[in-house]
């Protein structure tokens, strides 16, 4: 039942206009106005000559309206450019990304929308400085087209630092882009460590590169006035200087500092080995699962909403995006003491929950989280088993709940550690994820 419906209802039951079947209509939510409206529904409408029966029945259906109704030009409005954005996806999918990723449709981040071009294999392509332009474009590969990513996503690039690179392209070396585009130091130190060069550093790793763009850096500020021209002897930089190169995840890293993309290659793919072990199911095999049963999930968290409800209680809704698909998750208020501080501080979650069925899609309701990263760490350092003790305990309560003294066996005779021994450096092992996804407003909270 539609607005539209129900004001022709009241319109042509109780013979007003349209304007006043607007005025009624939006009071039937309203639960003080609601017996004042019926009471004028069925007065009119009974004075035109309708049967109590046709009144009990048609008001039954208005009455249930005011619970929740939708605008049908506004259910038009979504309708058009869904199935829009349907047939580009299957006849131009390349296109349509490129347009989403540029365009920032809103809810889902940048790497959401990456993994789902993965999964529809149509190439996403990093950085480069002889290839990408000011906006996302589409551009011929080896297996059909893929999406470019701009410039304009690098972090701190300026529009004249764009504009300069654009129009010099194509560039020989970083010798010949620093001269000619003028790029600020810090951006340089970005493009080269998402790769953004890699076609021009032969033999040289990563971090020669950024060596060698720290050295030409400090050339140019000692460089003399404009007044003078540049001699042609400056030292030659180019080639490598035996720095070892980037790691997989360092690189993972700097794509996600940079361009808050995983563009290389899927966050969750370093702990397929870990889900595997411990019988995680991802979002591609939970459509095959039955209500009732009880799974293990995980991902990146996508998406983190905390809508107001009718019963006043507070539900944390989150998906998550494991490089399979979407799992939708729901935590009620019974799980909040043991899940909310680890959902909202923690962009790699594992949950364990309950399977759920809302027509063909499944939700989890979830009632315990893990950090991944945590798991992780605890697998690499003590092995398969510490990850099964550590899902086998409750977690450690929130913050506002008193903890207990902290102490660190070592495995040796029963001794304790300092309760601070196991502090690392600055900085984390991974890469900082909760700034990424969605969150509604006063999601935190």
């Known amino acids: 039942i539609w607005h539209e419906q129900i004001i022709d ?63 049908r030009a506004h259910a038009v409005a979504f309708a058009v450019p869904a199935l829009q954005s349907a047939w580009l996806k299957a006849h131009h999918p390349a296109a349509l990304y490129a347009g989403l990723l540029e365009h920032d449709p809103g809810m889902w981040p940048a790497r959401v929308i990456v993994a789902d071009a993965r999964r529809h294999d149509v190439p996403v392509l990093s950085v480069d400085i002889n290839t990408s332009q000011a906006q996302y474009a589409v551009e011929r590969t080896g297996s059909g087209w893929g999406v470019r990513i701009s410039l304009s996503t690098v972090h701190g690039i300026s529009e004249d630092e764009v504009a300069r690179i654009t129009a010099g392209q194509p560039y020989t070396s970083l010798q010949d882009f620093y001269a000619r585009a003028h790029p600020k130091l810090p951006t ?34 000692t460089r003399p006035g404009s007044g003078q021209l540049p001699l042609a002897t400056a030292p030659h930089t180019a080639g490598s200087s035996g720095l070892r190169e980037m790691t997989a995840r360092e690189r993972l890293d700097a794509e996600l500092g940079v361009l808050k993309i995983d563009v290389s290659r899927h966050l969750m793919e370093d702990h397929h080995r870990l889900l595997r072990e411990i019988g995680a199911t991802d979002a591609k095999h939970l459509r095959a699962m039955h209500p009732g049963q009880r799974v293990l999930v995980a991902g990146v968290r996508a998406s983190t909403q905390t809508p107001p409800i009718a019963s006043g209680k507070r539900i944390i809704f989150v998906t998550l995006e494991d490089g399979s698909g979407l799992v939708d998750l729901a935590f009620f208020e019974d799980s909040h003491e043991r899940c909310a501080h680890t959902v909202f501080h923690h962009g790699l979650l594992l949950v364990r929950g309950t399977v759920e069925a809302r027509g063909p899609r499944r939700t989890v309701v979830g009632e315990m989280a893990w950090d991944l990263d945590e798991l992780a760490t605890a697998r690499a350092t003590h092995g398969p088993q510490a990850v099964l003790d550590l899902l086998g305990q409750a977690p450690s309560p929130t913050p506002a709940q008193p903890e207990p003294g902290r102490t660190i066996p070592d495995g040796t005779a029963g001794a304790r550690l300092h309760p601070w021994s196991d502090l690392q450096p600055a900085g984390t092992r991974s890469a900082d994820l909760t700034r990424f996804g969605h969150r509604s407003p006063g999601s935190p909270g």
């Open 9 to 71: 209802i009241l319109a042509v039951m109780t013979g007003c206009d349209r304007a006043l079947g607007e005025v009624a209509r939006r009071a039937l939510s309203d639960k003080e106005r609601l017996p004042k409206v019926e009471a004028w529904f069925r007065q009119q409408a009974g004075a035109r000559g309708y049967s109590p029966a046709v009144l009990d029945e048609v008001w039954d259906v208005v009455a249930s309206f005011g619970a929740y109704g939708f605008c």
């Open 188 to 221: 340089v130190e970005r493009l080269i460590s998402i790769g953004a060069l890699d076609q021009l550093r032969g033999e040289a790793s990563r971090r020669d590169l950024l060596l060698q763009a720290t050295e030409l850096h400090r050339q140019a500020r």
